[in-house]
């Protein structure tokens, strides 16, 4: 058997067990004194400086912490959210969670409160976690139990005795529940289960290559999966430390927190590589392994990425569903030249083909998917798998060469990638045609002008009787701020077309590639 087939078959039977214990494998066996985390902030004068978490802090922290929730009636499967930004409370209230054998449900920070409450509601979440700016978007959510971070939340913790056991839910249990972009309808659940740890533990160590002696950058937000399976929970899983940037993205703060920390493994969307190569601002950056994910990037960003980092940025792929299933690997017993538009071949333990012209996963040849279904939405699931139940369709087009290099197409869902957001144009429509004078819109992605941001958010709006064309601009604002504040700021349309109707087929189908042509 080979190295790569032995780690796999050990993980497989570790985080799969049915006595695998989420607090054990996330934390309490590591060196407490090793550090989990270094949380980076930036200065007005552009210094970064950062506080560091150790393993130790984050058990201790977080068997008080149990002790607090379980005082509120969290038990084992409760579904818990946080909606936190990157701070120390985040890590700790995760690990609490799951010391109780509860779930963490994440709420990405630029929520407003129509995106969160149908995560609430959906979940059945028992108690959300946040901090004192996230508060008064959960105010409109009645009944619901808050627990905010602040001098109350730390006296709460270090006033509680430790929590004696952790909970085992075993490799089936459910250790996260998240939500897709809801590209064909709403968000749908995906419940994540202990036994995925083999596949995040196998994309960090394969597919990124980060060693022990990295200092080891995902740039993606926690509160999507992403950077919550490859930002929080990998590094955990393998005792790497992670840095966590608190403060907005900007090309100039990215570069000084590569220069303060020495980073040399980063990975983020291909938004953030375009904007530091339009920028100017990267001088004097060594990387070890770029790596990227999002979206598909383009061959001209990897030839940047070599000629500044020193290194290709090697380009992977995943879905919320699967986690990372194909890439540009890094780790010396997979890695493999790149091919210019390829984002690579299949991670060890992924069987992947292309199947209808879509590309697929063998659930029944993939020791390593872990994907059951959509949270009591088994029509969805249905339609996901083909009828034998064997092949797990992704939704997105493209092809594979003789060698096993997958080539990305299209998204059959029509999703908008902005910014490394994958943005379900449902969502915005179902928040657009609340406005009184709107009564048909469609929502496409159309590329990035300035060439940033991958795809915007355009808008194409139908008006009610007696709307006038020089109402069209006062209303093209209310309609972004409808979307900016009352459902998420990075899904906002950043312009609104007024059109006299929409193009759709005799079923009533709105034909959205007509709109993406204009």
């Given at each position: 058997?080979?190295?790569?087939a032995?780690t796999?078959?050990?993980?497989?039977?570790?985080?799969g067990?049915?006595g695998?214990?989420a607090?054990?494998?996330?934390?309490d066996?590591h060196d407490?004194a090793?550090?989990?985390f270094?949380?980076?902030?930036?200065?007005a004068d552009?210094?970064?400086?950062?506080?560091?978490?150790?393993?130790g802090?984050?058990?201790?922290?977080?068997?008080?912490?149990?002790?607090?929730?379980?005082?509120?009636?969290?038990?084992?499967?409760?579904?818990?959210?946080?909606?936190?930004?990157?701070?120390?409370?985040l890590?700790l209230?995760?690990?609490?969670i799951w010391?109780?054998?509860?779930?963490?449900?994440?709420?990405f920070?630029?929520?407003?409160e129509?995106?969160i409450?149908?995560?609430?509601?959906?979940?059945g979440?028992?108690?959300?976690?946040?901090e004192?700016a996230?508060?008064?978007?959960l105010?409109?959510?009645?009944?619901?139990?808050?627990l905010?971070t602040?001098?109350?939340?730390d006296?709460l913790?270090?006033?509680?005795r430790?929590?004696?056991?952790?909970?085992?839910?075993?490799?089936?249990?459910?250790l996260?529940?998240?939500?897709?972009?809801?590209t064909?309808?709403?968000?749908?659940?995906?419940v994540v289960?202990?036994?995925?740890l083999?596949s995040?533990h196998?994309?960090?160590?394969?597919?990124l290559?980060v060693?022990?002696?990295?200092?080891?950058?995902?740039?993606?937000?926690?509160?999507?999966?992403?950077?919550l399976y490859?930002?929080?929970v990998a590094?955990?899983?393998?005792?790497?430390?992670?840095?966590?940037?608190?403060?907005?993205?900007t090309?100039?703060?990215?570069?000084?927190?590569?220069?303060?920390f020495?980073?040399?493994n980063?990975a983020?969307a291909?938004?953030?590589?375009?904007?530091?190569?339009?920028?100017?601002?990267?001088?004097?950056?060594?990387l070890?392994?770029?790596?990227?994910?999002?979206?598909?990037?383009?061959?001209?960003?990897?030839?940047?990425?070599?000629?500044t980092?020193?290194?290709?940025?090697?380009?992977?792929?995943?879905?919320?569903?699967?986690?990372?299933?194909?890439?540009?690997?890094?780790?010396?017993?997979v890695?493999h030249?790149i091919?210019?538009g390829s984002?690579?071949?299949?991670?060890?333990?992924?069987?992947?083909?292309?199947?209808?012209?879509?590309?697929?996963?063998d659930?029944t040849a993939?020791?390593?998917?872990w994907?059951?279904g959509?949270?009591e939405?088994?029509?969805?699931?249905?339609e996901?798998?083909?009828g034998?139940?064997?092949?797990?369709?992704?939704?997105?087009t493209?092809?594979?060469?003789?060698?096993?290099y997958?080539?990305?197409?299209?998204?059959d869902?029509?999703?908008?990638l902005?910014?490394?957001?994958?943005?379900?144009?449902f969502d915005?429509e179902?928040?657009?045609i609340t406005?009184?004078e709107v009564t048909?819109?469609?929502?496409v992605?159309?590329?990035?002008?300035?060439g940033?941001?991958?795809e915007?958010?355009e808008?194409?709006?139908?008006?009610?009787?007696?709307?006038?064309?020089?109402?069209?601009?006062?209303?093209?604002?209310?309609?972004?701020?409808?979307?900016?504040?009352?459902?998420?700021?990075h899904?906002y349309?950043r312009?609104?077309?007024f059109?006299p109707?929409?193009?759709?087929?005799?079923?009533g189908?709105?034909?959205?590639y007509?709109?993406?042509?204009?």
């Open positions: 058997m080979s190295d790569v032995e796999l078959s050990r993980w497989l039977q570790e985080y067990s049915p695998a214990n607090a054990e494998l996330l934390c066996r407490p090793a550090v989990a270094r949380f980076v902030d930036v200065a552009g210094d970064p400086s950062c506080t560091t978490t150790t393993y802090d984050l058990a201790e922290g977080s068997r008080r912490l149990a002790t607090a929730l379980a005082g509120r009636g969290i038990r084992r499967g409760d579904r818990v959210a946080v909606l936190m930004s990157k701070r120390p409370e890590v209230t995760l690990l609490a010391r109780l054998g509860a779930v963490h449900v994440p709420l920070t630029a929520f407003a129509g995106a409450r149908l995560r609430v509601e959906s979940a979440v028992r108690l959300v976690v946040t004192p996230e508060r008064p978007k105010d409109a959510l009645d009944g619901l139990d808050v905010v602040g001098d109350a939340f006296e913790v270090a006033g509680s430790p929590w004696a056991d952790a909970e085992a839910v075993g490799g089936d249990g459910a996260l529940q998240l939500y897709t972009s809801g064909t309808g709403k968000p749908k659940g995906v289960p202990v036994r995925a083999a995040f196998c994309y960090l160590h394969h597919g290559g060693t022990p002696d990295d200092v080891y950058w995902n740039a993606a937000d926690p509160g999507w999966a992403y950077g490859y930002g929080i590094p955990l899983l393998a005792g790497r430390a992670n840095l966590l940037f608190r403060g907005n993205f090309p100039a703060s990215t570069v000084a927190v590569m220069r303060t020495g980073v040399t980063f983020g291909p938004t953030i590589y375009r904007a530091l190569s339009k920028s100017g601002a990267v001088e004097g950056v060594t070890r392994r770029a790596s990227s994910a999002g979206e598909p990037l383009t061959p001209d960003v990897v030839a940047w990425g070599e000629k980092f020193g290194t290709p940025i090697r380009d992977h792929y995943g879905q919320t569903e699967l986690g990372m299933v194909i890439g540009n690997h890094w780790h010396e017993d890695v030249p091919r210019d984002m690579g071949r299949a991670l060890p333990g992924i069987t992947a083909d292309v199947v209808g012209g879509q590309i697929a996963i659930a993939s020791p390593l998917f994907f059951a959509y949270h939405a088994p029509e969805r699931t249905a996901r798998f083909t034998d139940g064997r092949w797990y369709l992704t939704g997105d493209g092809r594979v060469d003789p060698d096993g997958f080539f990305f197409a299209a998204r869902d029509d999703v908008i902005a910014a490394g957001y994958r943005i379900g144009p915005v179902s928040v657009l406005h009184p048909d819109v469609a929502v992605g159309r590329p990035d002008p300035e940033i941001r991958g915007v958010v808008a194409f709006v139908v008006t009610a009787a007696g709307v006038t064309a020089d109402r069209h601009q006062a209303l093209a604002g209310e309609l972004q701020a409808l979307v900016r504040d009352g459902y998420s700021r899904a349309p312009t609104v077309h059109v109707e929409l193009p759709k087929t005799p079923s189908k709105i034909q959205r007509l709109l993406r042509d204009r």
